[in-house]
């Protein structure tokens, strides 16, 4: 995914003069093409993730669209002040980029297990979850980004994840993408990294893929939950504020509560150091 958000993010900056890259002293090997094709929009901050993000805000109230860089949870926990006072409540024009959701640094412990995020960036009120499943939902996702400049957040997982879509899908937030066919009164429903085991465990039924969403979002959800008799969620994340909740949430109170069944990333694998695949069987996600 990441190696697809860098080949869209330069393309878009072609024809987007605003677009600007700041990374927090890493992701050589990435961002080059964008940094050398763009050096007077290309920033490195250095290992100072607060510092970035204020420093993107203020260029964002001048005007630029900047997307921050970083891994895992650095870019979100760290700087979650920064993100909240500065990006989300002046409703700027700011991408916050994680790279390696979910577990996918694994090996490196807890420091980098992002299964938290989406708790935290949920409960903003301006912010918009952008979690593609593929490369192809990550250049959705870009492209819905830049044309809709908010603050916003953008999870991907590292490289090589496969593709579950021939062309580059329609997103919208809170719309459902439909990824697989199959019987539909029993569906699963995925974002982010998670399409991969959803898929996996269809045996049947369905597949969608929600990869914009937000708290206004929860508004278009009861109308696409009644569709169907029972939605699986999977995500690569905690159960707690996760993907499942805020879903659950959108018809909390009424009887299509009970349609909506999650999936999610036990807790055990906090304490535990393995490879993303061991994780998120470990986890619960996958089987």
């Known amino acids: 995914m990441r190696d697809?958000?860098?080949?869209e993010l330069t393309t878009l900056a072609e024809t987007h003069d605003n677009i600007a890259l700041i990374v927090g002293d890493l992701g050589f090997n990435v961002i080059e093409p964008f940094a050398e094709r763009f050096p007077d929009r290309f920033i490195n901050a250095g290992v100072a993730e607060q510092n970035m993000t204020g420093l993107a805000a203020g260029m964002a109230s001048e005007g630029y669209h900047v997307f921050t860089y970083s891994i895992a949870n650095f870019p979100t926990f760290r700087c979650a002040e920064q993100i909240r006072n500065d990006v989300d409540h002046h409703r700027l024009p700011v991408t916050v980029v994680a790279v390696g959701g979910g577990v996918s640094y694994g090996a490196l412990?807890?420091?980098h297990h992002a299964v938290q995020d989406y708790a935290l960036i949920r409960a903003m009120p301006n912010m918009i979850i952008a979690a593609p499943g593929d490369p192809l939902e990550t250049r959705a996702c870009l492209r819905w980004l830049v044309q809709n400049p908010g603050p916003s957040y953008l999870r991907l997982g590292k490289a090589g994840e496969p593709r579950f879509h021939d062309t580059v899908p329609n997103v919208t937030p809170g719309g459902w993408v439909q990824v697989r066919d199959g019987d539909d009164r029993s569906i699963l429903l995925s974002t982010g990294a998670a399409?991969?085991?959803a898929v996996a465990r269809a045996n049947g039924s369905?597949?969608?893929s929600l990869p914009l969403w937000s708290m206004a979002a929860k508004a278009d959800q009861p109308s696409q939950i009644a569709r169907h008799k029972r939605v699986t969620t999977l995500e690569d994340h905690l159960a707690d504020g996760g993907f499942g909740s805020w879903l659950a949430e959108s018809v909390a109170g009424t009887p299509a509560a009970a349609c909506v069944q999650p999936i999610?990333?036990?807790?055990?694998?906090?304490?535990?150091?393995?490879?993303q695949s061991t994780l998120n069987r470990?986890?619960?996600l996958t089987v």
């Open 195 to 197: 399409l991969g085991a």
């Open 282 to 284: 470990i986890g619960g």
């Open 264 to 275: 999610a990333l036990s807790a055990e694998i906090c304490d535990l150091v393995a490879g």
């Open 206 to 208: 369905a597949v969608w």
């Open 4 to 7: 697809a958000f860098i080949d």
């Open 109 to 111: 412990g807890y420091s």
